[in-house]
């Protein structure tokens, strides 16, 4: 437990850097129709592509 404590706090800067960017890309995408879409959009390709590539993987068995 001392040494979560000691990480935690050694890498504080980063760690609260890396909140406020998840903080801001949810403010974002939550609060702009265009990111939102853009987002979706993302989503759905990485599916697609994800998809694709398993049923390709069936296909050499």
């Known amino acids: 437990m001392r040494n979560l404590f000691a990480f935690l706090f050694r890498y504080r800067g ?4 890396a909140l406020l ?3 801001s890309v949810y403010l ?9 879409a ?3 959009q993302l989503g759905q ?6 998809a694709g590539m398993a049923y390709a993987g069936v ?3």
């Open 14 to 17: 980063i760690l609260v850097f």
């Open 28 to 36: 974002l995408i939550r609060n702009s129709a265009y990111q939102r």
């Open 45 to 50: 390709h990485l599916c697609r592509t994800a």
């Open 38 to 40: 853009a987002f979706f």
């Open 59 to 61: 296909g050499i068995f």
């Open 21 to 23: 960017e998840v903080l």
